[in-house]
């Protein structure tokens, strides 16, 4: 519990999932909020309801972006519902929204506190926006375990993922920022499947919060079902906190990551250099000397160890009450 965390997420059935884990592993100073699922407003209200049941009424919420940085907001179909968390009945929150925005949320946390590390699992304007606001907190943050993007296949449109699509101008200063970061995108997360047998281990719990946590994961897993056809839905966000449980869950590569702001087919893609095609000292087409380059700036994950990952997430999950 040594380590100190803000999550910065837009709940979410998958995000819920993220906090419940990372609230038994690690500090969390605060949870900031952004649009993404659904809008801020909702986003906020699910984050309260998440923190409410479980008995994390503790954690401070800041109300973040309700808008990208420069691109309209675009509406997405939501696989969450109509509030963004669909499904179980979750109680009412009795905690109110914490005064400050959670841009001036993040810039103050990490101005104040050395070696927080940031959670990302929704879309990334609030990150973007506080290191514009105020550069130095790039060298205050311990890392960014960042959900988002992919290294082939999208989800919002063939090549782009929610979360980056949502804000690219934002991933793109986060990326650019020269603050280490682990990106768990779409080829790691999809391999977080709720199977059905997965899920029975969830209802067999037998503890409230594990009842909870499987209406959850059977709403969100059925809904899936309807819009694609698959077995269960894939738990996105909690392979982010995971993977900064126990790095051996998740196999990596490091490589040089850029976001696509212009392409009109690609915009919001995640451009992974795995083969290092622009690497320095890469040799220039044709002759003339060697390109300059972009150094690697991300830790890929590329492989989930699936039957350990629900794992640790049950095992937490056992001990809420």
């Known amino acids: ?106 810039v103050d946390t990490l101005m104040s506190t050395d070696g927080v590390t940031l959670a990302t699992i929704g879309p990334l304007t609030n990150v973007g926006a506080a290191f514009r606001r105020e550069p130095r907190i790039a060298g205050r943050i311990r890392e960014i375990s960042m959900m988002g993007g992919a290294t082939y296949v999208g989800n919002t449109s063939p090549v782009s993922e929610l979360n980056v699509e949502c804000d690219p101008e934002a991933a793109h200063i986060v990326l650019s920022s020269g603050v280490p970061i682990r990106m768990v995108g779409l080829n790691l997360t999809r391999q977080a499947e709720a199977t059905p047998e997965r899920r029975a281990r969830l209802r067999a719990l037998g503890n409230r919060v594990g009842r909870i946590a499987y209406e959850i994961v059977e709403w969100y897993s059925q809904r899936v079902q309807a819009m694609y056809g698959l077995r269960g839905a894939s738990l996105h966000d909690p392979c982010a906190v995971a993977w900064l449980i126990d790095p051996t869950l998740i196999g990596s590569v490091r490589a040089h990551v850029a976001v696509e702001l212009d392409g009109q087919f690609t915009r919001g893609m995640t451009v992974c250099d795995l083969r290092h095609i622009t690497a320095p000292g890469t040799p220039v087409k044709g002759g003339g000397g060697t390109k300059p380059g972009e150094s690697p700036n991300v830790e890929i994950g590329m492989t989930l160890d699936v039957d350990r990952f629900f794992g640790l997430l049950i095992d937490t999950l056992a001990t809420y009450p």
């Open 1 to 106: 519990m040594g380590r100190t965390l803000i999550i910065d997420t837009d709940p979410g059935h998958d995000d819920a999932m993220a906090i419940l884990l990372a609230a038994k592993h690690f500090e969390i100073l605060g949870i900031t909020t952004t649009h993404g699922n659904q809008t801020v407003d909702k986003t906020t209200r699910n984050a309260l309801k998440i923190l409410e049941f479980s008995g994390l009424t503790h954690i401070p919420v800041a109300r973040g972006s309700d808008l990208p940085l420069i691109q309209p907001l675009t509406p997405h179909p939501s696989g969450h519902g109509e509030t963004g968390l669909d499904g179980p009945s979750l109680p009412e929150p009795t905690t109110r929204i914490h005064p400050k925005h959670a841009v001036e949320f993040i």
